[in-house]
Structure formats: structure tokens, C-alpha cells
């Protein structure tokens, strides 16, 4: 098959990475891609929000089949728009896709469908908000309903930083227009954990649990970001509370869309907070994470594409998933100054010699040499028996590794994650 994966980053990476090891795969294309990318598909530079210029490419060059990996062609309703011109692709409907583009409908939906999540106030005017914020119980957090890249959540721990969040939200448009409408939701307090699923819409399949580190610096300190690692595992879970997570938030959030007429297919993600009282939903997304898909993918053991048509073709109940046992660590390296401004262009030494598996998340080829070309650079990846082993292995390769004002986190995975 002729194979199109859509976006430019890590995640984008791996899973060319992992769809060139399979047999059904006899061409593969990467629109945009990025200097690693380049090395096992051909990359076209067509932007991943060019919806009509991925259709073009994809109907003129007979692609048998397109992966949408990034959030915004699947809110933009690229996967819609592929299957109208007769194009298998994978992901979810924009109708579906809105339980990422717009975190009012997800959390009216999980309070419509008995789905644990924080208690929350949607929002449609800074004065309104501001009035709320002036009664409400702190630390509280807020949130841009649509797209931000990641970045609309800002927990605020005062008064101050509260009004501050819903002023650079509302007024200041800081994330634009995914701000026109705010949630000021209670703040959940407890450990932080992911779980990815594929579903065909009825059958839903769990990955392996991983756990992101958003914040910039160590500690959990500093600004938020895309990810600066992940690890899998993400928590010592067990069966139970592998069960309860499954039976009250993962097959009712798949039913709960089936249900509104808008059927999964795709990854869902499953962003959780194990509290006192359980684990409640803090966010969904409808696609691989980043840098989660770089901590799981290279520790599933099926053919990924086969696990991507059964998706399409709604024949997921005859997939198990198998994954290498042990553990895994993932830890990105970044320009310095991201997540805020930063230099691109600088030579990146080590990625051949580092004896780690590397995935580009900014990077472009030039002359034969990598060059830096975005906030996250790098993805070091590493397995083991355990967790110390594969944090301790993933930490080899970023110290064999350099570029001009590299920055990356010291202590990913390196806290505990218990209730």
C-alpha cells in the first residue's frame, strides 16, 4: 500500500518509524515531515492544515491510505473530506475530533454520560468570568475551549493569577481564538496519567498507561509545554483500578460518542488524575500524544498498520495488543528559550553515535547535517527491565548528544506517580 502520515513532529516519526516495519507498507509519504523523517518516507511539502492540498496529493498520487496524526487537520475535518473522495484514512470525524477542539463539548458530554471529571463554569465574556472568579475556591484552573497547541491550561494559585489567566485568555487573545470562550473548572489534586486507546468506533483497545511532563523545567517548575518527556508505564495500576478506569471513564466515553451520532475511530486520548476519589477525566485528545506516542510505539509489538485498518474497518475486536514487557523513557531535548522565543538553525552532533533510538520532533536536513528547526528538537528513546533502567538508558543518549543552547529536563519519570 501506498501510505500518507500527516504532520511534522516526534510523534510523526515514530509512527512512520514503525508503519516502514511493515509488510503491507510498499511506499510511504510524510506531509510536512522533518530531517529524520526524510530518511524513511518521502516527504511533501504540503502543510498539515492544507486540507483541499492533501486531498489533491492524496487522489493524484493514489494513495491507499492516509494516517492524520496532528490535531488541527482532524478538527478541520480532513478525515471527513479523504473518505468523501474514496481515500481510507485514519482518525476521527471533526464531529468526533470535537472532544478535543472544543473542551465545552467534551465536558458537557461527560456530565450528560456520568463520566468523572473536575466540576467546571463555561464562559462566554471576561466580565462574567472575572465576577466567578472573585467568589470561587482557589487553586482553581483555567482553560481555552478550542485548539491551543497544548498550552491554553493555566492553573492559577491566587487571585491575581486567576483574573491574570482570564484577561490574557479574553482580552489579550493570547491563544487567539480558541479563548472566545473560557472554563474555570476546581482543580483536581492527585497523580497525572495517560492511557491511549484505539477504537473503531465500538471496540476500544487500551495502551500501555505512560506519563507526559509538561512543565519546562525540573521540579515541575516553569512554563507549559508540548512535553518534555514521558515514560511508560505512567503508574503502578492494578488490575482494579485498571478495570474501574476502563468500565467508568474509557468504554463510556466511546458509547457516550456513538451515542451523540458521532462514532470514534482512531486514538483517543485519555488525559486522568488519579484522585482520592478515583480517577476523574482532566482532558481528552483525539490522536496520539506527543511525546507519549514516542515512550509506546516502539514497545508495541503488532504490525501497526494492521492495527490502523482495523480501525477504519471497524474490525478491531479481532486485534490484541501486544507489547514488550519492561518499562521505557522518553526525554526531549529543546532549543533554549521554549517554550517562548528561540533560535533555529543550529547543527545538531550525536544523533548517529549516541546508540540510542532518536526520533526528529524540529528538525531539517541540510548538506548532510541535521539542523534544528523548532521548539522540540529531539526525542531520546530508551527500554529496560524497569523504569530506573530505562530512564538511566534514555539519559545516555541525550548526554551523547549536543547543539547550541540545548535544553531538556533532568528528572523525567524520576517522582513518584501513586495515589
Same mark, same amino acid.
Given at each position: 500500500?501506498?501510505?500518507?502520515?500527516?504532520?511534522?513532529?516526534?510523534?510523526?516519526?515514530?509512527?512512520?518509524?514503525?508503519?516502514?516495519?511493515?509488510?503491507?507498507?510498499?511506499?510511504?509519504?510524510?506531509?510536512?515531515?522533518?530531517?529524520?523523517? #526524510?530518511?524513511?518516507?518521502?516527504?511533501?511539502?504540503?502543510? #498539515?492544515?492544507?486540507?483541499?492540498?492533501?486531498?489533491?496529493?492524496?487522489?493524484?498520487?493514489?494513495?491507499?491510505?492516509?494516517?492524520?496524526?496532528?490535531?488541527?487537520?482532524?478538527?478541520?475535518?480532513?478525515?471527513?473530506?479523504?473518505?468523501?473522495?474514496?481515500?481510507?484514512?485514519?482518525?476521527?470525524?471533526?464531529?468526533?475530533?470535537?472532544?478535543?477542539?472544543?473542551?465545552?463539548?467534551?465536558?458537557?458530554?461527560?456530565?450528560?454520560?456520568?463520566?468523572?471529571?473536575?466540576?467546571?463554569?463555561?464562559?462566554?465574556?471576561?466580565?462574567?468570568?472575572?465576577?466567578?472568579?472573585?467568589?470561587?475556591?482557589?487553586?482553581?484552573?483555567?482553560?481555552?475551549?478550542?485548539?491551543?497547541?497544548?498550552?491554553?491550561?493555566?492553573?492559577?494559585?491566587?487571585?491575581?493569577?486567576?483574573?491574570?489567566?482570564?484577561?490574557?485568555?479574553?482580552?489579550?487573545?493570547?491563544?487567539?481564538?480558541?479563548?472566545?470562550?473560557?472554563?474555570?473548572?476546581?482543580?483536581?489534586?492527585?497523580?497525572?496519567?495517560?492511557?491511549?486507546?484505539?477504537?473503531?468506533?465500538?471496540?476500544?483497545?487500551?495502551?500501555?498507561?505512560?506519563?507526559?511532563?509538561?512543565?519546562?523545567?525540573?521540579?515541575?517548575?516553569?512554563?507549559?509545554?508540548?512535553?518534555?518527556?514521558?515514560?511508560?508505564?505512567?503508574?503502578?495500576?492494578?488490575? #482494579?483500578?485498571?478495570?474501574?478506569?476502563?468500565?467508568?471513564?474509557?468504554?463510556?466515553?466511546?458509547?457516550?460518542?456513538?451515542?451523540?451520532?458521532?462514532?470514534?475511530?482512531?486514538?483517543?486520548?485519555?488525559?486522568?488524575?488519579?484522585?482520592?476519589?478515583?480517577?476523574?477525566?482532566?482532558? !481528552?485528545?483525539?490522536?496520539?500524544?506527543?511525546?507519549?506516542?514516542?515512550?509506546?510505539?516502539?514497545?508495541?509489538?503488532?504490525?501497526?498498520?494492521?492495527?490502523?485498518? #482495523?480501525?477504519?474497518?471497524?474490525?478491531?475486536?479481532?486485534?490484541?495488543?501486544?507489547?514488550?514487557?519492561?518499562?521505557?523513557?522518553?526525554?526531549?531535548?529543546?532549543?533554549?528559550?521554549?517554550?517562548?522565543?528561540?533560535?533555529?538553525?543550529?547543527?545538531?552532533?550525536?544523533?548517529?553515535?549516541?546508540?540510542?533510538?532518536?526520533?526528529?520532533?524540529?528538525?531539517?536536513?541540510?548538506?548532510?547535517?541535521?539542523?534544528?528547526?523548532?521548539?522540540?528538537?529531539?526525542?531520546? !528513546?530508551?527500554?529496560?527491565?524497569?523504569?530506573?533502567?530505562?530512564?538511566?538508558?534514555?539519559?545516555?543518549?541525550?548526554?551523547?548528544?549536543?547543539?547550541?543552547?540545548?535544553? !531538556?529536563?533532568?528528572?523525567?519519570?524520576?517522582?513518584?506517580?501513586?495515589?
Amino acid at each position: 500500500m501506498r501510505v500518507l502520515v500527516i504532520g511534522s513532529g516526534g510523534r510523526e516519526h515514530v509512527i512512520c518509524w514503525k508503519l516502514k516495519q511493515s509488510k503491507r507498507v510498499t511506499e510511504l509519504f510524510c506531509a510536512p515531515g522533518n530531517g529524520g523523517i #526524510a530518511g524513511l518516507a518521502t516527504c511533501v511539502p504540503i502543510t #498539515a492544515d492544507d486540507v483541499e492540498g492533501i486531498t489533491r496529493f492524496a487522489v493524484e498520487e493514489n494513495i491507499d491510505f492516509v494516517m492524520v496524526a496532528p490535531e488541527n487537520p482532524l478538527a478541520l475535518g480532513l478525515v471527513d473530506r479523504l473518505q468523501s473522495q474514496g481515500i481510507r484514512a485514519f482518525g476521527p470525524s471533526a464531529a468526533a475530533a470535537r472532544i478535543e477542539s472544543s473542551k465545552a463539548f467534551s465536558k458537557d458530554l461527560m456530565v450528560r454520560y456520568n463520566i468523572p471529571t473536575a466540576k467546571y463554569r463555561l464562559f462566554e465574556k471576561e466580565s462574567d468570568a472575572l465576577s466567578y472568579a472573585s467568589e470561587i475556591t482557589l487553586p482553581a484552573v483555567v482553560k481555552a475551549d478550542g485548539l491551543a497547541l497544548g498550552k491554553g491550561v493555566i492553573i492559577a494559585g491566587d487571585r491575581m493569577e486567576l483574573e491574570d489567566a482570564i484577561r490574557a485568555m479574553f482580552s489579550e487573545k493570547k491563544f487567539g481564538n480558541a479563548g472566545d470562550r473560557v472554563l474555570i473548572e476546581e482543580c483536581l489534586e492527585g497523580p497525572e496519567l495517560t492511557i491511549l486507546a484505539f477504537s473503531d468506533g465500538d471496540t476500544v483497545l487500551p495502551m500501555i498507561s505512560s506519563r507526559d511532563h509538561k512543565r519546562a523545567l525540573d521540579g515541575d517548575l516553569g512554563k507549559n509545554t508540548g512535553g518534555m518527556g514521558a515514560i511508560t508505564p505512567g503508574a503502578d495500576l492494578t488490575e #482494579a483500578e485498571e478495570h474501574r478506569i476502563l468500565e467508568t471513564i474509557i468504554r463510556p466515553t466511546i458509547a457516550a460518542l456513538k451515542e451523540e451520532g458521532a462514532p470514534f475511530a482512531g486514538v483517543i486520548y485519555f488525559g486522568l488524575m488519579l484522585t482520592r476519589d478515583g480517577p476523574k477525566v482532566i482532558e !481528552y485528545n483525539a490522536r496520539f500524544g506527543d511525546p507519549e506516542a514516542q515512550a509506546i510505539l516502539p514497545r508495541l509489538q503488532n504490525d501497526l498498520m494492521e492495527v490502523f485498518e #482495523a480501525c477504519v474497518d471497524h474490525t478491531l475486536d479481532r486485534i490484541k495488543l501486544v507489547f514488550k514487557a519492561g518499562a521505557s523513557c522518553c526525554v526531549v531535548m529543546a532549543s533554549g528559550g521554549y517554550p517562548d522565543s528561540y533560535q533555529k538553525g543550529y547543527e545538531i552532533e550525536g544523533i548517529e553515535t549516541c546508540g540510542k533510538l532518536v526520533f526528529h520532533a524540529g528538525t531539517r536536513l541540510s548538506d548532510g547535517k541535521y539542523l534544528t528547526n523548532g521548539g522540540r528538537v529531539l526525542c531520546v !528513546y530508551a527500554d529496560a527491565e524497569t523504569t530506573e533502567k530505562a530512564i538511566d538508558s534514555a539519559y545516555e543518549g541525550v548526554r551523547g548528544i549536543w547543539f547550541r543552547d540545548m535544553h !531538556y529536563r533532568n528528572d523525567i519519570g524520576q517522582t513518584e506517580n501513586k495515589i
